[in-house]
């Protein structure tokens, strides 16, 4: 047995983000790291994670499968995006504890190595479309064959006009296939920004073959929304970075509402959780997506589990030469899973292969972050 002896969560100010790591001690003097994705709400997962601590700590940190019951269960009101953030902090940091202690990588806890590498798409974004398409163009000389734009931009008074940057996206996405032909992957992130009917007319508007997958058009609640907008189009959909449990992902896995699964490791409930997401998704032929923005923490839970699961197609990476956040510093994660060329290679480190400068990291200081406020032109509240 090795009991927990210390849970302890950490905010840090890395690149333009806060990033909420969580450092799980051992009294065998092993030493375990997380990262909750709930990103600009950190207060909150950090109390979570502190009321865990309350109960947890004394348990065998062996039992990782049993910790995540018992901090799901033992409440009268189940899940929810704070918990489970936090529950998928302590997760993560308990497998790169058990890799540690066994000397081995987590993904060989998860079943082993399904594949070697890990195939990334990446992103790029600009208000002029031929700034776009170089941004593009950069991307795919480097050797990219998938990758994804955003819906647009707001004004500087957090005005989103959705009519205006659908047209605009259309534009833009005509433009990239036309430059760049058929071969390439083509996606988009509409953010949940957009109403089902503002959703099925851009659908419409695209020539057939524009566009490969579209990525979170609507806000995840009504699953019967989707239903409905998945008889409006043919263009696959890449839905679930929101999903905070197994439950959440059902319906969208059950009744083919996406077809592509953009699971978040450290939101929807670490390792624990995701892969029993990934099964399910298997029986269905839906392949994993994962959605990937945060620091090396997440990078390697990733790759981990992209490496254990046979249904897999790209993960997220947020470190293209087109996007500068910052968010993997070497100075504060000295060792980390680097992305070689476009694609991460599986370490064979034991546990998690990361290293995490804690000195430097509680020398950071944090500052509010709080998402964009939205406005439709009508002054109407609306998505980020």
């Not at 000389?141 to 005005?159: H, K, N, P, S």
């Not at 992130?189 to 109403?195: A, K, P, T």
């Not at 392949?287 to 897999?312: E, I, Q, S």
Request: aromatic share 8%.
């Amino acid at each position: 047995m090795s009991k927990i002896i210390a849970i302890e969560p950490l905010l840090a100010r890395v690149g333009i983000r806060n990033q909420l790591l969580v450092k799980v001690s051992t009294d065998d003097g092993l030493v375990g790291w997380g990262e909750s994705g709930l990103s600009a709400r950190e207060d909150a997962v950090a109390a979570t994670i502190r009321h865990f601590a309350g109960f947890l700590i004394g348990k065998d940190s062996n039992q990782i499968g049993r910790i995540w019951q018992e901090s799901y269960r033992s409440q009268y009101f189940e899940g929810g995006r704070v918990l489970t953030a936090a529950m998928s902090a302590i997760d993560i940091a308990l497998y790169d504890i058990l890799g540690k202690r066994l000397g081995v990588p987590v993904y060989q806890l998860l079943g082993g190595k399904q594949r070697d590498e890990i195939p990334t798409f990446p992103s790029c974004q600009s208000a002029d479309l031929d700034q776009l398409l170089a941004k593009a163009r950069v991307l795919v000389d480097a050797g990219w064959d998938c990758l994804r734009i955003y819906t647009g931009e707001f004004d500087g008074d957090g005005v989103f006009d959705p009519r205006k940057n659908l047209n605009r996206a259309v534009r833009e996405l005509v433009a990239l296939r036309e430059e760049f032909g058929p071969d390439l992957v083509l996606g988009i992130d509409l953010h949940h920004r957009l109403s089902l009917a503002e959703t099925a007319d851009f659908c419409n508007r695209l020539p057939v073959g524009t566009l490969d997958f579209l990525e979170e058009p609507i806000r995840c609640e009504t699953p019967e929304a989707y239903r409905t907008l998945r008889s409006m189009t043919n263009i696959p959909f890449a839905v679930g970075e929101e999903f905070a449990s197994k439950w959440q992902a059902a319906p969208y896995i059950e009744q083919g509402l996406t077809q592509y699964m953009r699971l978040d490791i450290c939101n929807i409930g670490g390792f624990t959780e995701a892969m029993k997401v990934a099964g399910w998704c298997e029986r269905h032929y839906i392949d994993l997506m994962p959605h990937n923005p945060l620091g090396p923490v997440c990078t390697a839970a990733t790759v981990h589990m992209a490496a254990a699961v046979p249904n897999f197609s790209w993960a997220e990476t947020r470190q293209g030469p087109t996007e500068e956040l910052g968010f993997h510093d070497p100075e504060l994660f000295p060792v980390q899973i680097p992305l070689d060329g476009i694609t991460y290679k599986v370490p064979d480190r034991p546990g998690l292969g990361i290293e995490v400068n804690e000195e430097r990291i509680r020398a950071t200081t944090p500052t509010h972050v709080e998402p964009p406020h939205l406005w439709r032109p009508d002054g109407s509240v609306t998505n980020w």
